[in-house]
């Protein structure tokens, strides 16, 4: 156990309709990051917040959002789905940002768009 | 951003080492090198991170070429528990805000013969 919790394990909707994924960090984490995980394209990273301030972009779409709370959990919005979305979502932490953090990941949302 | 290219998969027996290669010829001066690995059906977590010089912890070694384009994670003993996607990634300092590199790619997934 990581130490990472993420809501829901799995979710089941239709293209079309907007999803919200949350992920609480370890206690004492600032640092949440997002990535997708889909059978062809391996673990993408999404976006990195840090301390409640976007940190760092990756490959996120701009149907996807996030954004990070004052209590430090994070959630991130899925709008518009396409049957590409279909993936896991994994979210880690960190205790900071910088390049020797270790990462603790959660165990992921499965999304299924139908 | 400095990439890093990884076998996309490897066997090795149970009980004897593994090496896994990573090559990543375009690292600057300040990234370090990180390993994770992904068992099945969870999410990455992290094995181990190093600079310039090799480094050991409890789950493996990591031996850093001294050009630092590549560098390859022991395992010294491996167990069937060991048979997961080993990720190699860099991560830049700090300083790089917005440039954090965070590619995860569809690293080595490794099967253990027992």
């Known amino acids: 156990d990581s130490g990472v919790t993420q809501t829901p394990k799995h979710l089941i909707t239709a293209t079309g309709q907007r999803v919200t994924l949350r992920c609480s960090p370890r206690s004492g984490d600032l640092s949440v990051y997002w990535y997708q995980q889909s059978l062809d394209q391996g673990l993408q990273f999404l976006i990195q917040?840090?301390?409640?301030?976007?940190?760092a972009k990756g490959n996120i779409l701009e149907r996807f959002s996030a954004q990070q709370f004052p209590d430090l959990h994070s959630e991130l919005n899925l709008s518009s789905l396409e049957l590409g979305d279909s993936a896991l979502y994994f979210c880690?932490?960190?205790?900071?940002?910088?390049?020797?953090?270790?990462?603790?990941f959660g165990p992921g949302t499965r999304l299924t768009v139908l | 951003d400095a990439k890093t290219t990884q076998p996309n998969s490897m066997e090795s027996n149970e009980e004897e080492p593994v090496h896994l290669p990573c090559n990543h010829s375009t690292i600057s001066g300040t990234d370090y090198i990180h390993w994770y690995r992904q068992l099945p059906s969870q999410g990455p977590e992290y094995v181990i991170h190093g600079l310039t010089s090799n480094v050991n912890n409890r789950m493996a070694s990591l031996a850093i070429a001294e050009d630092r384009k590549s560098s390859t994670l022991i395992l010294h003993r491996a167990t069937l528990r060991d048979a997961a996607v080993y990720y190699c990634i860099l991560r830049g300092a700090i300083s790089n805000f917005g440039n954090e590199k965070l590619t995860f790619g569809t690293g080595t997934r490794l099967t253990i013969i027992p």
């Open positions: 880690a932490s960190s205790v900071l940002a910088d390049s020797t953090d270790t990462q603790y």
């Open positions: 917040y840090y301390n409640g301030e976007e940190r």
